[in-house]
């Protein structure tokens, strides 16, 4: 189920993205301000090792200085390891005006946020939907497999990036943060959107054994992770028994479901549907009604001939719609215009064969640029002189290779009117990996300007993990469940 926005919320999301984008790339390509003296500034600040981390930028006062600190330590902990250095930003660019860029970082926080709840909802679980379907796995066990990978995959790979950057406080805070947040605020809303219209609460029904089920496995692993985290350390078997938890768990509700027989939908309704029982062949009100000829207003339903009704619109009303007609359009293409920045780059390399988004130039697009844009970001984790020579051409000579190949197998296999019927299944675990690979660099972004924003405003990064990163997560891929509730 895709996110659901007004579209004057949509329109203001991508304005913020366009312009956010413009002034991070043009940050980055600005030269130094000779305003002030780099090396005498960096007389005063403490060297590298001096505290260790970044305490040398948490004790300098001003912003000029600290810009000066984060130039000359650009492989300091505490620089971003995403795409922008918002640190930079914040000091360097809006060092003068701060206000200015607290703006900028928390308009670009909710864009992150937008994209990832995208990203999620129309992509990624759409994707592991259809290979549910595909795939002939029952609802119960496709909920505890291919659902719960989709509507965690913004939590595990935010908790992967921090881990990998050495900000893992952030990665713990948010899982145990968003487990919180999941089982106290989303039950309890949907609990109040489960009442009646009269406020008196709806019969749910929910299975026990399978309820105390997941309840004492949640309990294990939650006592699994204490005792780890007492401990202070674990090792790779360590790790591997605590990931197999899971695995149990799968097995457990696949031999519950077997054992059962239970071949039919969720047993868990918890919303009840409701049927209003309207007569719509007794209208409240006449659909439309028109002048006749002797003044008098009459349903359309009652006029029998053209000749005895005529609409009367004057002229000056007339150019006024032609006028409000024409804006409308014209704030719909600006609308389409904005929207491009945001939709254009995942479309063209996130393959979609849902039947009401099934384009086939896109389908087609999609195959030939998804192995380019993986090159892309291969090449920009590697770093150092051999993204520039021998290695990163090799890389981008294979992946315009197998994008040419998978481009002319798209192109001569796919149809204008609908997604492929044979097949199928290459398209949905293309469509998956690439949505992941998204979430993943929208998610090393997202946790990179966390961090960021903990260092300027003094935060320890483990409390934005437990409650930004854990607020944000699971309310954008908390509305693709409903479907299968």
Not at 228 to 242: D, Q, Y
Request: glycine share 8%; with cysteine.
């Amino acid at each position: 189920m895709a996110l659901a926005l007004s579209s004057g919320s949509k329109t203001f999301v991508n304005t913020t993205f366009l312009l956010l984008l413009c002034f991070f790339f043009t940050s980055h390509i600005r030269s130094p301000s000779p305003s002030f003296n780099v090396a005498a500034t960096l007389r005063a600040a403490p060297s590298r090792g001096d505290g260790g981390g970044c305490a040398g930028l948490q004790r300098l006062e001003d912003h000029r200085s600290k810009c000066a600190y984060l130039k000359t330590h650009a492989r300091a902990p505490c620089v971003s390891q995403g795409y922008v250095d918002y640190l930079r930003v914040f000091y360097c660019d809006c060092g003068s005006h701060p206000l200015l860029g607290y703006a900028l970082l928390a308009l670009w926080i909710l864009v992150l946020f937008y994209l990832l709840a995208t990203t999620a909802s129309q992509y990624f679980c759409s994707s592991v939907e259809s290979l549910s379907r595909e795939l002939r796995l029952p609802p119960t066990v496709a909920g505890v497999t291919l659902l719960s990978l989709g509507n965690g995959s913004p939590d595990v790979l935010a908790s992967v990036v921090s881990f990998r950057s050495g900000s893992g406080e952030v990665g713990l805070s948010s899982v145990l943060g968003g487990a919180f947040f999941v089982s106290c605020v989303v039950v309890g809303i949907i609990s109040v959107c489960a009442a009646d219209d009269d406020g008196a609460q709806a019969p749910a029904r929910v299975d026990r054994s399978c309820f105390v089920r997941d309840v004492c496995f949640f309990v294990v692993v939650l006592s699994s992770l204490l005792a780890i985290l007492l401990v202070g350390r674990i090792n790779v078997w360590g790790a591997a028994a605590f990931a197999s938890l899971y695995f149990v768990y799968v097995f457990v509700v696949s031999a519950t479901h077997l054992c059962r027989g239970k071949s039919d939908q969720l047993l868990v309704p918890i919303l009840e549907d409701r049927v209003r029982e309207d007569r719509l062949d007794e209208p409240a009100a006449p659909a439309l009604q028109v002048a006749s000829k002797d003044g008098r207003l009459a349903d359309s339903a009652e006029s029998t001939t053209a000749a005895d009704t005529a609409v009367r619109v004057s002229a000056p009303a007339l150019s006024a719609l032609k006028l409000l007609d024409t804006a409308t359009a014209c704030i719909g293409w600006l609308a389409y215009a904005i929207d491009m920045p945001l939709y254009l780059p995942r479309r063209l390399t996130i393959p979609d064969v849902s039947q009401e988004r099934w384009r086939r130039p896109f389908a087609v697009a999609s195959a030939a640029l998804a192995p380019l844009l993986v090159a892309a970001l291969w090449n920009s984790k590697r770093g150092g002189p051999a993204t520039r020579d021998g290695p990163a051409l090799t890389t981008y000579a294979c992946a315009g290779l197998a994008g040419l190949v998978l481009g002319i197998v798209a192109l001569r296999t796919t149809e204008k009117s609908g997604p492929p019927k044979k097949a199928l299944l290459p398209w949905l675990a293309g469509g998956f990996l690439m949505s992941v690979l998204w979430t993943y660099v929208i998610a090393e972004e997202l946790v990179g300007l966390l961090v960021s924003l903990g260092y300027i405003l003094g935060i320890s990064p483990a409390i934005l993990g437990l409650t930004v990163l854990a607020w944000g997560t699971p309310s954008a891929t908390s509305s693709p469940t409903w479907p299968w509730q």
